[in-house]
């Protein structure tokens, strides 16, 4: 049902994560991007009201539950930067948090929750035009190897390092 992942689930140590099936995002690589020499990313920052608001992060969010993670990071990716998606080439997935179970203590909340990751090209290489929704301060391509220089949101920069190397050795 469209819009039914909308809602908390567990996480340990009595926190919470935004999404009833699990969230996705788009880790969405420009390999050659206009007036650069290294592969870019697209990334998102958060509005002030959103959770973990001011940080920089991928396009994404909560899966529903008729939803792979491929199919809710590309919703989400439309929704937040307008991309089109005939213009994103998936190549893989990389579950980067979780999944956390459900908590006996709180039956309020769903559990088996997970992020995943959604590893895309552009198509032919080059940026594209996007623009960001009321859940974003603003949208920017920011080089592979920077992307630590941005104040990112905690989970994404404990998956950077990892993502880095799974799309260095994708584009080999």
Same mark, same amino acid.
């Given at each position: 049902?469209?819009?039914?992942?909308?809602?908390?689930?567990?996480?340990?140590?009595?926190?919470?994560?935004?999404?009833?099936?699990?969230?996705?995002?788009?880790?969405?690589?420009?390999?050659?991007?206009?007036?650069?020499?290294?592969?870019?990313?697209?990334?998102?920052?958060? @509005?002030?009201?959103? #959770?973990?608001?001011?940080?920089?992060?991928?396009?994404?969010? #909560?899966?529903? =539950?008729?939803?792979?993670?491929?199919? %809710? @990071?590309?919703?989400?990716?439309? !929704?937040?930067? @307008?991309?089109?998606?005939?213009?994103?080439?998936?190549?893989?997935?990389?579950?980067?948090?979780?999944?956390?179970?459900?908590?006996? !203590?709180?039956?309020?909340?769903?559990?088996?929750? =997970?992020?995943?990751?959604?590893?895309?090209?552009?198509?032919?290489?080059?940026?594209?035009?996007?623009?960001?929704?009321?859940? #974003?301060?603003?949208? %920017?391509?920011?080089?592979?190897?920077?992307?630590?220089?941005?104040?990112?949101?905690?989970?994404?920069?404990? %998956?950077?390092?990892?993502?880095?190397?799974?799309?260095?050795?994708?584009?080999?």
């Amino acid at each position: 049902m469209i819009g039914d992942g909308n809602g908390w689930s567990a996480a340990p140590r009595g926190a919470k994560v935004w999404g009833r099936f699990g969230a996705a995002g788009l880790f969405l690589v420009a390999q050659r991007p206009t007036g650069g020499d290294e592969p870019e990313v697209l990334l998102q920052h958060r @509005a002030p009201w959103t #959770a973990s608001g001011g940080t920089w992060a991928l396009p994404g969010g #909560a899966r529903d =539950s008729h939803e792979t993670p491929v199919d %809710a @990071a590309l919703r989400e990716a439309v !929704e937040e930067t @307008a991309v089109d998606p005939a213009a994103v080439e998936v190549l893989d997935t990389q579950v980067t948090a979780g999944p956390f179970a459900a908590d006996p !203590e709180r039956p309020e909340l769903c559990g088996d929750w =997970s992020y995943t990751c959604v590893l895309a090209l552009t198509v032919g290489g080059d940026r594209l035009l996007v623009t960001h929704n009321d859940e #974003a301060l603003e949208l %920017a391509w920011v080089p592979l190897s920077q992307l630590e220089t941005r104040n990112l949101l905690p989970a994404f920069a404990a %998956a950077v390092p990892v993502l880095r190397e799974r799309v260095l050795g994708l584009l080999r």
